[in-house]
Structure formats: C-alpha cells, structure tokens
C-alpha cells in the first residue's frame, strides 16, 4: 500500500475560495482514484495563501488485473464482423475461441488486461483534475492555455516519500515538471523546502515561516490579538466573518496595534468598526463599557519586528485616517439634511423592474405596519408607521453611498441627531434584522413591526413578478427574508394572520392576490427553521401544514408540542399504538374494498373498547385556535396511549363474528382519523 502525497504552490489564493479548494482537491482525487480501483483510504488536506497540499493513505500500488470473457459474432458471420470483434478486443483471429453453445457456434474472446501501476496512471489523472478544476475565478498567465486561480509556480508528486516523474501541461508551450519541493516564507526563507509527507510538511514548513494549517493560524491571530487588547485593558471586538477571511491572508500572522486619532472617537461606533473592517480588514476593539476604543489591530504577514512593526503600524494609521477623513465628512455633510427631505429623492431610485421606486416601498411599509402594530403587544402603531415611513431615507446618504452597509443603522444615528422619538430611531436602526442566524432580533415591538413588513413587503414583490428561488439560485435573498420572518415570529412569540398580510401586500403592490407559490415557500422555509433548532425532521413533517400559514406562530407551538409528547415513554408507546392500528386497518380495507361504520358503543363487549372510544372522543380535533387549546389536545393525544394499549391486549379485532370485527375497525378507523387532524403521525419514522 502506498501514500500519495501533492502540494501546489502558487500566487495567493483569494481567502474566500482556499477552503472550498482544499474540499474540491480531495474529493477530485478521491473519485479519480475509486474510479481507476485504486482503493484510496484516508484522505487529509490544508489550504492556506499560497499552498494547497492532499495526502491519502491506503493506496493500492497499481489496479488488478482484469479478466474479462467476451462474447462475439456467430461462427459463420461475415468476416468483416469477426474482424471489428477483434479489433474491439485488441485480439488476432487466431486467438478467438469457437465455442458451441444453445444457440449455435459462436466466437469468444478471453481478454486480460494487466493493471496499470499507480506511478503511471498520476501525471495523466492530475493533468486532467487541475484543468477541470471548479475555482469560482480563474485566469491565465504567460502563454499558457490552462486556467487556474493564481499562477501556478510548482506542482510536487510523491509517492512513499520519492518523487513521482512527470509533467503538468499548461498549454502554448508552458509546463512545470513534478518537483519535491516547496517554498517557504517569500521575505523569510529563500531555501526550497523539501518534501515527502504531511506531518513533516507541516513542520518543515512551520521552520520556513508558513503555516499551512489554517486551525494554527486561527488560533496564533486569536491569541495574539487578545493578548494585545488585554494589555491595553480592551476587549477584540468579536467578528468571525473578519477572522475567517484574515486567515486566509497571511501566512506568519502578526498581530500589530494601531491608533485611532481622537478627533474620529466622536463618529459613530458602527462608522468607525465599518471604515477599519471592509477596506482595511482590521479588527476593532472594545473599552469596558462596550463601546468602540481607539486602538485597532491589524494583521501583517511578517515575523514580529519592534521597528518594522512600528512602521507598519504607522502605515496604517495613516491609511485609516485617510478613510476616517472621508467618513467624517458624510457624516457632518449628512446630518445638515432632514429625513424628510432624503424621502422625496427615493423616487428616484427603483428598486426593481416591476417593482416600482424605493419611495414606492417607502409608501407601502407604513399601511403595512399599521395591519401589524395592532397585534402587537406594545407597538406604537404611530410611531412604528413614522418609523416604516423613513426606514429607506439614508439610502440617498453620503454614508451609505460610501459605505452601504449601514444601510439602516445610519437612518436610526441621523433620526436621533433631528431628535425624533428614541423608538423611531431604534426602529429605523434595526429594520434590517436579523440579517442572518446569529444576528439577534430588533430591540423594540415597532423595530419588530418595521422588519417584518419591509420583508413581508419583498416576498410579496419579488414573487409576484416571478422571481422566485430557483435550485442553489437566491440572488434577492428571499429565503433569508422568509426565514427571518418566521425567527422573529417564533422568538418573538407573536401570532398573525401571516396569509392576511401577504394578500394585503400583494394588493399594495397592485396584485390581485399573493403568488400561489408563496404560501408553500413559507412552510418550506419553516420546515427547514425548526430542523435547525433541533427537531427531527419526521416529526417536523408530521406537525407541519404545508401551505397553512393563517397563524405560524400556532404552527411552530405545535410542532415543538408533539416533539414533546412524542419525546416521552408514553409517545413511544401511543405511536406503537397507532402504527399497530394502521397496519390492521390497512390489511383489511385491502381485503373488503368497503368504508367502515362509525363505531356502535352497544356492540361493545369489553370495557377496554367503552375506555378506548371515550378517550378518542375526548381528543379535541385538529382546528384548535390558541396556545391553551393545543395544551389541552397534546394533554388528551398522550392520555390516548393507556387506553389504546388496554384495547390491543384485551380485544381481538378480527373477530369470527362480522358485525363485531366492523366495529372493532370502525373504532380503529375512528383513532387514525382522529389523530390525523391533529398531526399526520403516518410520518413519524420512529
């Protein structure tokens, strides 16, 4: 058994794309591999800046022979048949054998192929993988003809350690041959470095100033920056989003502090964490109260250097204050317009093709708002309509035409700045959450008010025109839009009519009712948030109303009620019940082709068929209204369990007398339907 080792060195490897590489390497050359019936075993792979590096174990040292009988033409078929059998088979007539069989004389051809070993079978299936490769971007360089993501400098192949031979092409006239080594540091370490596994890979590398495991630089940027902000009685403000890219940067991390001059301290704290992290991709800190301090990190792909790192620190304060400088001036420039005045210019911006202005969503949102606010506990349906009315105002902003991520949080600093009600600026602030699931929920019942009916408002939109998701495709981010209609329903523990406010919608919108689809996208997305949170996906399905969505918010109480049930000793057993119920019911239907009567108690002979049809009947059915109702039903449903059981153990359904067995059914009959309008418990899988 051998192991494969290959590492690729090239230019950097935009951060956002060398995860998804590593995956990709492994799992081409994995398929390569099973397809040539090499057996690959375990597979491991790194991705950092400047390298990519696969290893797998467990090879098998070329591929079994192939043995193969082949069947061909009839004895007296014409001769150019036999001879297109030969030449298919790669065989001289003379090597055919003429066999009689049950159907006549036929020829057969006895071919055997010899494996082909690993170390030859390498240069072409690489060749083959790196071209194909599925990079998001990719380019060429030279005169070459294959495309990768950076230019390629060295390609090493190993087996066992030695150097596989060969050549990768890379078309008009460019190619690198298979070396066995790479490159360390570009500043640090001129020698090459080299190779033969992954575990020493990993620290010969590590000498050579690179570290090719991602974990390692994860946790040397985390450590570094900390250790730095504690010095300075600060706190690094968290961002996984930043980390993960600035992983991907730097192949010796740094971690260095720079300054925030004073005169930028009076800006707000989201401009300032904005300005370091979009362009500069620098991590802002925190001082104990919270708020944002005047120090920011960086990180340098250098070994730690008090003079150099002094300069790069001065380098990049100077950088900063170029862009605080332009911030500062949206922001005094900004706050000299009104609110109202930035309304009137959202006519000018559609928003989309079909879908009229900005200002026409600006119009919409208020009415939308008013149809919620009522339901609400808490919600100043006037204030939350105010709030509706200005939510898109600073889109018209200097700063957020610099900087459109503070689209919203902008709104809510200019609103407090004019000095209108603290809920409208918090409103406006938060209409855009939750912007994803760790992003938390608006603070107030008129911010929750706001961000519903903005994306209330877009569904309606999008999918009426016919946008809709289609496959992986969500360029309009309606599932996160859908999604974060229904965590605000659920950890909000609000109930509405979500049907009443689409159709309504719609009709602001100019349609006549909401898009047929709409209602099922919904449920779907509901579906896949309650997986989320934990429960199984059967009993997700068995809860669920697809297409229902007059109250999600009873919905969602439903679902996490018979998990509940359904989680205790008693729900293991009613679904034993119930599952044992259906199959008799089934297998008799099946033989008589007839509907059953409804259950005739004065037919009865046992007190365990009195017991059991008492406590169907007890079941409230399935068109409970409030939460109190589904406490009561969920209380009856697991009561069911004791006298189902009773039932099986003192009864035999299939009685010799037939009026006896249609009733017993009848009452069997009687439970499945009862049960199924609470739940479809024919898809609860265990």
């Not at 995860?19 to 790194?46: C, K, Q, V, Y």
């Not at 000018?348 to 008013?370: H, N």
């Not at 509405?496 to 006549?512: E, K, M």
């Amino acid at each position: 058994m051998s192991r494969l080792f290959i590492e690729l060195t090239q230019e950097e490897i935009p951060a956002r794309m060398q995860a998804a590489a590593g995956r990709d390497l492994e799992r081409l050359f994995m398929e390569a591999l099973t397809e040539a019936r090499l057996s690959p075993g375990t597979a491991r792979h790194l991705a950092g800046p400047c390298h990519l590096a696969l290893e797998i174990d467990r090879l098998a040292d070329s591929q079994p022979d192939i043995e193969e009988e082949r069947r061909g033409p009839r004895g007296d078929a014409p001769d150019k048949a036999i001879d297109g059998f030969c030449a298919s088979a790669g065989l001289a007539r003379d090597q055919l054998e003429l066999r009689e069989t049950e159907k006549g004389s036929f020829y057969f051809a006895q071919i055997r192929q010899p494996g082909r070993k690993l170390a030859d079978l390498l240069p072409a299936m690489l060749q083959d993988i790196l071209s194909r490769f599925p990079w998001p971007k990719s380019q060429r360089w030279g005169t070459s003809r294959m495309t990768w993501v950076r230019p390629l400098h060295a390609v090493s192949v190993l087996l066992d350690g030695q150097p596989v031979a060969g050549r990768l092409d890379l078309g008009g006239g460019m190619e690198l041959a298979f070396g066995a080594a790479s490159s360390g540091h570009r500043f640090h370490h001129k020698k090459p470095v080299p190779l033969s596994n992954m575990d020493s890979y990993i620290g010969d590398m590590k000498k050579a100033f690179v570290l090719v495991d991602a974990a390692e630089r994860r946790q040397m940027i985390t450590a570094q920056a900390e250790k730095i902000a504690a010095g300075k009685g600060l706190a690094v403000k968290p961002d996984a989003a930043l980390l993960d890219e600035v992983v991907g940067l730097a192949e010796w991390p740094n971690v260095i502090a720079g300054q925030i001059d004073d005169e930028f301290m009076a800006l707000p704290g989201e401009v300032l964490v904005t300005s370091m992290r979009v362009h500069q991709k620098y991590f802002a800190t925190l001082d104990k109260a919270g708020a944002v301090a005047p120090v920011f990190l960086t990180v340098s792909n250098r070994l730690a250097d008090a003079d150099n790192d002094q300069l790069i620190a001065a380098g990049n304060e100077r950088v900063l204050r170029a862009r605080l400088s332009d911030a500062a001036f949206f922001w005094e420039q900004d706050k000299k317009a009104g609110l109202d005045e930035w309304v009137t210019r959202l006519d000018k911006i559609t928003f989309y093709e079909g879908l009229g202005s900005v200002g026409d969503k600006a119009r919409r949102l208020p009415q939308l708002v008013k149809a919620l606010a009522g339901q609400m506990p808490g919600c100043n349906a006037d204030l939350a309509a105010e709030a509706a009315r200005l939510a898109k105002a600073d889109l018209v902003s200097g700063m957020v035409g610099e900087f459109p991520e503070l689209q919203g949080i902008m709104g809510g600093h200019y609103a407090k700045h004019h000095a209108l009600d603290e809920k409208i600026a918090l409103a406006i602030s938060d209409h855009y959450r939750p912007q994803g699931p760790q992003d938390r929920l608006p603070a107030t019942p008129e911010g929750l008010a706001v961000a519903l009916a903005d994306k209330i408002d877009t569904l309606a939109g999008f999918f009426g025109i016919g946008q809709k998701p289609t496959g992986s495709r969500d360029p309009f981010a309606l599932r996160r839009a859908a999604l974060a209609i229904l965590r605000i329903l659920d950890e909000g523990q609000l109930r509405f009519d979500l049907a009443a406010l689409f159709r309504l919608a719609a009709q602001l919108h100019g349609f006549q009712q909401p898009d047929a689809d709409l209602p099922g996208f919904v449920t779907d997305r509901l579906a896949v948030r309650l997986r989320e949170t934990g429960l199984a996906h059967d009993r997700v399905a068995a809860a669920l109303r697809p297409g229902d969505i007059g109250d999600i918010g009873l919905q969602i109480a439903r679902a996490k009620a018979l998990d509940r049930v359904l989680d205790s000793q008693q729900g293991a057993a009613l679904m034993a019940g119930f599952r044992r119920a259906s199959n008799i019911l089934a297998a008799e239907l099946k033989k008589q082709n007839q509907t059953l009567p409804e259950p005739d108690a004065a037919l009865f002979e046992t007190e365990a068929e009195k017991t059991l049809l008492a406590a169907v009947l007890a079941l409230p059915d399935g068109s409970v209204t409030d939460t109190e109702g589904l406490a009561r039903q969920m209380d009856a449903l697991a009561g069911l369990e004791g006298p189902i059981n009773q039932f099986f153990e003192a009864v035999i359904v299939n009685d010799d007398r037939l009026e006896v067995r249609q009733n017993r059914l009848g009452l069997l009959q009687l439970i499945n339907r009862r049960m199924m309008q609470i739940a479809d418990f024919s898809k609860v899988e265990r």
